[in-house]
């Protein structure tokens, strides 16, 4: 992977806050960071699926958020491009994984966000506790076709050109517009009970 570079100085309030900062950023100069708005606050990563899964060969932009409190408090993650996963929101890109929403720990960092954590979640997906139930609902009814449908995802929203565009450069009406996704009634609202 690309190094990180960091381009301009932070604006940042607090020695403390730079000194952690730049440790990530050091930390994280395996993986190609963009910078976002010149903060080191917030920023993308690139993500390549890993190995022996499904999501082996995709390429994902992941926004990181990292609030004042980091590394007390956890960094807020989300997948920019499309996945197809039971634990990944398809329209926010929020990922529902307890390790980073709820049992995060200063002893953790963005090393192993982008190293363990995600990396399992891919590997790991638990339709239990989805946060797209559609993709959960196939990947117990018939692995093979939830594999394949992920596969798909990969091809069309997951190539590294997929990843060059910034979600900011849309409006909101452009991303409402998108034909991928389907404004029925009937799609948001389900099946009636019968």
């Known amino acids: 992977m690309g190094r990180?570079?960091?381009?301009?100085?932070?604006?940042?309030?607090?020695?403390?806050?730079?000194?952690?900062?730049?440790?990530c950023a050091r930390m994280m100069s395996d993986y190609k960071v963009e910078m976002i708005n010149d903060s080191m606050q917030e920023f993308y990563v690139h993500f390549s699926g890993p190995n022996?899964?499904?999501y082996h060969g995709g390429v994902w932009r992941i926004?990181?958020?990292?609030?004042?409190?980091?590394?007390?408090?956890?960094?807020?993650i989300g997948f920019v491009n499309k996945i197809y996963?039971?634990?990944?929101?398809?329209?926010?890109?929020?990922?529902?994984?307890?390790?980073?929403?709820?049992?995060?720990?200063?002893?953790?960092?963005?090393?192993?966000?982008?190293?363990?954590?995600?990396?399992?979640?891919?590997?790991?997906?638990?339709p239990s506790d989805p946060l797209n139930g559609e993709a959960a609902a196939l990947m117990m009814r018939d692995r093979g076709a939830?594999?394949?449908?992920?596969?798909?995802?990969?091809?069309?929203y997951a190539k590294p050109e997929d990843i060059g565009a910034a979600p900011e450069e849309k409006t909101s009406d452009e991303e409402l517009s998108g034909e991928d996704y389907d404004s029925s009634d009937d799609a948001v609202a389900g099946q009636p009970d019968p």
């Not at 990180?4 to 020695?15: N, R, T």
């Not at 926004?63 to 807020?76: I, Q, T």
């Open 146 to 156: 939830y594999e394949q449908r992920v596969k798909e995802y990969c091809e069309k």
């Open 85 to 126: 996963h039971p634990n990944v929101d398809e329209m926010s890109g929020s990922v529902c994984l307890d390790v980073i929403n709820q049992t995060w720990s200063p002893m953790f960092d963005l090393v192993n966000v982008f190293e363990v954590f995600l990396p399992q979640l891919l590997l790991y997906p638990n």
């Open 63 to 76: 926004r990181v958020e990292l609030p004042d409190a980091y590394p007390y408090k956890s960094p807020s």
């Open 52 to 54: 022996e899964s499904p």
């Open 4 to 23: 990180g570079v960091i381009e301009k100085s932070p604006k940042i309030k607090g020695e403390e806050s730079w000194k952690s900062t730049c440790n």
